[in-house]
């Protein structure tokens, strides 16, 4: 029968044994010198310490994250300081605000005395920072002008809108904290979602925030009435005759057989007016422009109801004998 050789590296039941004893020794001795140490005095450290706002939150907001903690430097006993630094069970400063708009910070120096006291037995030694910041506005009513947001809707090609558009309630009341409602400037835009209009509209809209701030800011309104009549303006042209004013004798034009054309958009509904107008191309040579010898042409009349006016070409050389 072949021989047996035990393994090297395996320890005997005793050894353990000893081993276990030698480790629990240790541990019983580790935790006994720190509960020593722990129930001296005269340690210091620096720690988040946790604090707490209280102010009438149904009149003010806060617009920014308020602080939760203050960095501050203390010294004591070692139990206290434990508990502390990792926030066992340790109550919250309160920072008490009757008017948090009237102030932008709290000077920590302020709270030295209030704050050494509320942590007896611990000693406050210092803050590490000057004061403490936040923004905290006063919630607000206000009563806005609707109006359409310019980049929510599109016209149809050669339409517009005439005259006012119409709203209908005629204001809007907006509840939120007093810097978001600044933003407004006393308007409220309306979002039409319309592209391409070519006709008189009217319609309910419904009214919405952008979601950054929907969540603190409301209306007393959840949709609006907009009506707006457009007009369609129709593409025209016309030859127009040359009619000169204070030229000199002894200047002319360049090219004296020049017949200038206007292009235009006419309102559809005036289209049988302007069949009747003549229009002229003044060439006024006290407007010239002494630099280049041209004069820029003018066109008259010029009614209202026609627009976009474009004269080819735009000006004429002048030619001196």
């Known amino acids: 029968m072949p021989d047996t050789k035990k393994s090297s590296w395996r320890i005997s039941s005793k050894k353990l044994s000893n081993l276990k004893v030698v480790v629990l020794c240790i541990l019983a001795a580790t935790t006994f010198w720190i509960l020593n140490a722990l129930n001296k005095d005269n340690y210091s450290t620096i720690v988040d310490y946790p604090i707490e706002w209280e102010f009438d939150r149904e009149r003010f907001y806060p617009v920014q994250p308020l602080p ?129 209009i070519d006709q008189d509209f009217q319609g309910e809209i419904v009214l919405s925030i952008d979601k950054e701030i929907s969540e603190i800011v409301s209306l007393n309104l959840e949709k609006i009435n907009v009506s707006f009549s457009v007009v369609q303006f129709m593409e025209g042209n016309k030859r127009l005759k040359v009619k000169k004013l204070n030229f000199p004798r002894s200047v002319t034009l360049e090219d004296e057989g020049i017949t200038p054309v206007m292009t235009y958009l006419v309102d559809e509904r005036r289209v049988e007016d302007l069949k009747e107008m003549e229009f002229d191309a003044i060439l006024d040579f006290g407007r010239r422009n002494r630099a280049d010898s041209t004069v820029t042409i003018r066109v008259q009349p010029s009614p209202d109801f026609i627009k976009d006016i474009k004269i080819t070409p735009e000006f004429v050389k002048l030619k001196y004998e």
Do not use: C, H
Request: net charge neutral; proline share 7%; hydrophobic share 35%.
């Open 68 to 196: 939760q903690s203050v960095q501050i430097q203390i010294s004591g006993n070692g139990w206290d300081l434990l508990r502390k630094y990792f926030n066992l069970n340790e109550p919250p400063y309160k920072i008490t605000l009757a008017d948090p708009t009237d102030m932008r910070q709290i000077l920590t120096s302020d709270l030295k005395r209030p704050l050494g006291e509320f942590l007896t037995p611990t000693q406050l030694i210092g803050f590490l920072e000057d004061s403490i910041l936040f923004k905290i506005d006063r919630i607000e009513t206000r009563t806005l002008t609707p109006v359409l947001d310019s980049t929510s809707y599109s016209m149809a090609k050669n339409a517009i809108i005439e005259g006012a558009i119409s709203f209908e309630p005629k204001e809007i009341r907006i509840t939120g904290p007093s810097s978001l409602l600044d933003f407004f400037e006393g308007k409220f835009p309306v979002n039409l979602n319309k592209n391409r």
